[in-house]
C-alpha cells in the first residue's frame, strides 16, 4: 500500500476511494461470515438438543 502511494502522488483522491471501498467490502464480508456462522452454529445446537 505505500509503495502505491509513493508511486502515484498525483491520484490520492481515487486512492483513497479505493481503500474506502476495499474496506467497506472486507467489513461486509465478515459480517456476513459471521452472522451466517452463528446461524449455522444455532441450527446445530437446536438438532442436538432436539
Known amino acids: 500500500m ?3 502511494r509513493r508511486r502515484r502522488k ?3 483522491k481515487k486512492m483513497m ?3 474506502m471501498m476495499m ?3 472486507v467489513v461486509v ?3 456476513v461470515t459471521t452472522t ?3 446461524m449455522i ?3 446445530i445446537v437446536r438438532f ?3
Open 29 to 31: 464480508v465478515v459480517v
Open 48 to 50: 442436538e438438543l432436539n
Open 10 to 12: 498525483k491520484k490520492k
Open 41 to 43: 452454529l444455532i441450527m
Open 23 to 25: 474496506m467497506v467490502v
Open 17 to 19: 476511494m479505493m481503500m
Open 36 to 38: 451466517t456462522m452463528m
Open 2 to 4: 505505500m509503495m502505491m
